[in-house]
């Protein structure tokens, strides 16, 4: 049986659970499954915003693709197009900057759950020092946080309205 | 005393007993596969992954080094058959192998296959496919000033060239440990008292960071030692705890940098000090890595991780001499004379050489950043550290510097 499908059953188990110490990803991980059961290669996962983030109180929705060589190389993890905005987000592609789905920082040891949850702290902590959306990484070295916010919540406001007309 | 475990748990619930077993049958789960290992391997790290794992590891990533996956140490050693937990689970398959079932079979001939593949390529003398034999190690000798060479051919590992690959640029062969240094927070690229200024700039970016974007304070984060830090010593556990904090830490560095063009313009000051022969030719960073006239090594991985800073008094001396002959503008030296204050006060083998500086230093440093009040306490707090040996401070750099006659 290969790892995927060991993970598979791991991930539904957990995140099945009510119980903190069983399943520490509620509250963070909403759901995390493969689009279609039978392609373990194409999985989709949606996360809480954390709380105290401008993100608090949305949910975000990312299309991760596990390549055939996983776990030896990382999966790779995108947001859905134009649906975040965040200095180590590409917006309009959904593409993300974390070191740790890069393959020369990846380490077989992580699994989807890791790296999904890895992604949840990337929101709550934003690192402008490798930013992918320049403009927004540059409001937060000069330190305007509230600014960096009021931008991101009203992007999500203007998303929101965008998704229900 | 050797059977008090023994007999407390004999007396302890079912769910304890289960609890300890299951735990121990855990254990026997590669973290790679998420599956049992037949033949476990340690790593000289302590961390344990089937023989055919590892193996494809570290295959897999020909252009690194071997680390371990869970705590990314260099493997320098080839791991070792850990036999007592290829007997845990050889003895738990005896026990439970009463109903013969078709996964339990499975289960069995994984297990009679992965021990083949391990018998035959030891018997065979191929354990990890010879990557323990065909590859060297990244080797710095003291006695040689330090110069990282590879252990196979002594050839000089540049950190330039051994990047792509981390393979040695004369013999080819693979590097097991870290070879290249260009990772790493360079330490040497900036004077003591930018450091200072790095140290207190995070830590006033600290101060003013809204509790939204805490770091990161769960287990296994990359940031995670920046969380464990106490406000107090904003810098001390950035300085690069091994190769995989350092990404980390360098871009706070980086940024903190850029905070103030000055710095950089101070920089290359920097660096005409360092090696006066060299301020033609430094334009930028990327210049100045290129001409390749000026060395830098660091190299922690045979030190267990370890990275000392070995500040080499002599070449300071020299480095600041001709600098203060030289014709600069009063500017110059307000800016510089920080720099060269703490830049020895942190070196621990050399002792503070005027007191008048320790005092210009502090004017300094209260002249720039007025705006923050703690500063005359941290300065206080500061000059103190400085002239403490840092016990803290345990993973340190090797500053290797070279001279320009090296190519």
Known sequence: MSRITKEYRLIRKTLASDDPTFNPYRGIIESLNPIDETDLSKWEATIYGPEHTPYEHYQFRMLINVPDSYPMAPPKIMFEKDAILHCNIKSVTGEICLDILKPQDWTPVWDLLHCVHAVWRLLREPVCDSPLDVDMGNIIRCGDTRAYQGIVKYFLTERERNNHT | ?407
């Open chain 2, 1 to 407: 005393m050797g059977d008090e475990l023994h007999n407390r748990l004999l007396h302890q619930s079912n769910n304890t007993k289960d609890e300890v077993l299951y735990k121990i049958i855990e254990s026997l789960i590669c973290s790679i596969c998420h599956d049992y290992m037949f033949v476990p391997m340690m790593t000289p790290c302590g961390h344990n992954y089937c023989y055919g794992c590892l193996n494809t590891w570290f295959s897999s990533n020909t252009q690194k080094e071997l680390a371990c996956p869970q705590c990314r140490s260099d493997i320098i050693t080839i791991p070792a058959l850990n036999t007592t937990l290829q007997q845990y689970l050889s003895f738990i398959l005896d026990r439970l192998g009463g109903e013969e079932d078709d996964s339990f079979q499975k289960l069995l001939t994984t297990k009679i296959k992965e021990e083949n593949d391990y018998k035959l390529n030891k018997e065979k003398d191929t354990l990890f496919e010879g990557v323990f034999k065909n590859s060297a190690l990244a080797v710095a000798d003291d006695s040689d000033d330090g110069i990282t060479r590879c252990s196979n051919c002594h050839w000089e590992l540049d950190p330039d060239e051994v990047e792509d690959g981390n393979v040695c640029p004369h013999c080819n062969a693979r590097i097991r440990n870290y070879a290249g240094g260009n990772d790493e927070f360079d330490e040497e690229e900036y004077s003591e008292g930018e450091l200072n200024e790095i140290r207190e700039s995070m830590r006033r970016r600290r101060e003013n960071r809204p509790a939204s974007v805490d770091p990161f304070a769960n287990r296994d984060d990359v940031s995670s030692e920046e969380d464990s830090s106490s406000d107090d010593e904003p810098m001390r556990e950035h300085i690069p705890q091994g190769r995989w904090a350092s990404s980390h830490n360098r871009s706070i560095a980086v940024d903190a940098v850029d905070d103030d063009d000055d710095d950089e313009e101070r920089e290359e000051e920097e660096e005409e000090e360092m090696d006066s022969d060299m301020k033609d030719f430094i334009e930028d960073d990327e210049d100045e890595d290129e001409d390749g006239s000026r060395r830098e090594l660091v190299l922690s991985a045979l030190n267990n991780g370890h990275v000392i800073i070995t500040d080499d008094e002599e070449e300071d001396a020299q480095g600041q001499a001709p600098a203060e002959e030289e014709d600069h503008d009063s500017d110059f030296y307000e800016h510089n004379d920080e720099g060269f204050v703490s830049g020895d006060s942190l070196d621990e083998s050399q002792k503070q050489p005027a007191d008048v500086d320790s005092n210009s230093d502090s004017e300094d440093r209260s002249i720039s950043y007025p705006s923050s009040n703690e500063v005359d306490e941290q300065d206080e707090r500061d000059v103190e550290e400085l002239d403490d040996p840092q016990p803290k401070r345990q993973k340190r750099f090797r500053v290797v510097l070279g001279d320009s006659d090296d190519e």
